[in-house]
């Protein structure tokens, strides 16, 4: 049952004297579908020296050694926790772009665990909001985001608008505001403007506010 079961945690369960070739090595000893060869021409892509010691590899090289091996498991279920920790824009667009390519090459059950939420947005099919060890929302994502909306428009205006709604937050510039909605946007309003409630935003909400429960 492990070995259909790729875990990518925070912390490195290798030696530290090993180098990354022979890491690669073992680890296609436990997974039988891991790919070696994949395994090295993604080390080439994110620029990660094979001969190096684990010990001498920088932050976020040692999440690139972690991704790597876990992109070749090739299992079934793959679990990756925070996986582009110290990873520069440029890496994280990679390994954006190499997950959706395992992904489409192989589908499979990723759960991604990650603080960087409007980055994996385009990414993630289901969301799971944790507060405090509490499940206060599990939905699917395309739902999740049609169910509210921003309004944003001079701060008596807004309120105004926002009798009898159910904000979950709110933002103040100067004399401007941003309230979050849970419901469907009205007709355009002279005034105010609408727009989609993105993931991030919503997260933000939820996990802050004292009203923002969705379950």
Sequence with gaps: ALAKIYCMADNNLFPDEMRVQQAI???AKFYPSFDPLYANKLAGAFGLNTKKRIRSLSTGYRSIFKIVLALASNTPILLLDEPVLGLDANHRDLFYRELIANFSSQPKTIVLSTHLIEEASNLIEHVVILK??????????????ERGYSVSGPAAVVESFLAGKQAIGRER???????YVLGQPPQQQPGLEFARMDLQKLFIELTN?????LL
Excluded: K
């Design 25 to 27: 090595w073992w680890t």
């Design 132 to 145: 405090e060890g509490r499940l206060i929302l599990a939905e699917d994502t395309q739902s999740l985001l």
């Design 173 to 179: 510039l100067g004399g401007l505001q941003t309230a």
């Design 209 to 213: 506010s004292e009203g923002g429960n």
